[in-house]
């Protein structure tokens, strides 16, 4: 969220003083913001393809027992960072499921 908005300022300024500075900086300003509003609907869409798989993923890894390892002779639960650490296992938690599906769509698996 904060880089989307440092994006937006950082380009409005440049937009701001490009306008004084060269016609043809300004010129080239209002060319990438008109590219940027028509890629806007694929960036939403991929934020929700993201989104929905990767929250698929964490369900299905908080209902897998692969998440939850008890140690039966000693009786305690290991946390998610041990599991992760130790098995390799990213779809525990949302927040580790949604990069590893943003990682799978960007190198296509």
């Given at each position: 969220?904060?880089?989307?908005?440092?994006?937006?300022?950082?380009?409005?300024?440049?937009?701001?003083?490009g306008?004084?500075?060269?016609?043809?900086?300004?010129?080239?300003?209002g060319?990438?913001?008109?590219?940027l509003?028509?890629?806007?609907?694929?960036?939403?869409?991929?934020?929700?393809?993201?989104?929905?798989?990767?929250?698929?993923?964490?369900?299905?890894?908080?209902?897998?027992?692969?998440?939850?390892?008890r140690?039966?002779?000693?009786?305690?639960?290991?946390?998610?960072?041990?599991?992760?650490?130790?098995?390799?296992?990213?779809?525990?938690?949302?927040?580790?499921?949604?990069?590893?599906?943003?990682?799978?769509?960007?190198?296509?698996?």
């Open positions: 969220m904060y880089i989307t908005t440092a994006f937006t300022v950082f380009l409005m300024l440049a937009c701001f003083l306008r004084g500075v060269s016609y043809r900086f300004s010129v080239f300003l060319g990438v913001i008109d590219i509003w028509a890629l806007l609907p694929f960036f939403v869409a991929m934020g929700m393809a993201v989104a929905s798989f990767g929250l698929a993923y964490a369900l299905d890894g908080h209902t897998s027992t692969q998440c939850v390892i140690d039966y002779d000693e009786g305690e639960t290991f946390d998610q960072a041990t599991i992760r650490s130790t098995f390799g296992l990213s779809f525990c938690t949302v927040r580790d499921s949604i990069l590893k599906v943003y990682s799978m769509f960007v190198t296509r698996m």
